[in-house]
């Protein structure tokens, strides 16, 4: 969790029982989170331990409404990840997220070897920066990704 902190990552909001049946599980995002459509790298953590480490290309509240679909049963992966979740709150645990903007760069490309150009596009480090996160916190943290290591 500290090591989150020293990359620039930042407290973003928490997971949370849902109000109804229907959605037992959703969450809540500080404002300045909210409306950001950025592409981004997240964390959700639970007593100072990463449990799952993910990238939101349009924003992070965009990002939790695609998981909020697949704790709703939309995906096998979801439904997974809504039971770990499930599990948490019945130990009392909060489960806290962490953003951070994911670094870029922009670039004049050439595709196909050859001299077509594309012109300018920015290019983000979400999928590097997610990769080496998993890669760096799956020993020590229980991570919950299924699939994420492997990108």
Do not use: C, P
């Not at 809540?28 to 592409?39: A, C, I, M, T, W």
């Not at 924003?59 to 096998?76: A, D, E, P």
């Not at 019945?90 to 670039?107: M, P, R």
């Amino acid at each position: 969790m500290k090591a989150l902190l020293e990359y620039g990552f930042k407290k973003a909001g928490l997971i949370i029982k849902g109000d109804d049946s229907k959605n037992k599980i959703n969450f809540e995002l500080n404002l300045n989170f909210k409306d950001e459509k950025v592409s981004q790298v997240y964390a959700w953590v639970i007593n100072e331990k990463i449990k799952y480490i993910g990238m939101a290309g349009n924003g992070l509240r965009v990002r939790l409404n695609q998981h909020k679909s697949g704790w709703r049963g939309g995906s096998n992966t979801g439904k997974k990840i809504a039971d770990y979740i499930l599990l948490e709150f019945k130990k009392g645990n909060d489960i806290l997220i962490y953003a951070y903007t994911s670094g870029s760069t922009e670039k004049n490309i050439d595709i196909f070897k050859t001299k077509i150009n594309i012109g300018f596009h920015k290019m983000t480090y979400m999928r590097l920066e997610e990769a080496y996160l998993i890669e760096n916190f799956k020993k020590t943290n229980d991570l919950w990704n299924i699939s994420g290591a492997s990108k």
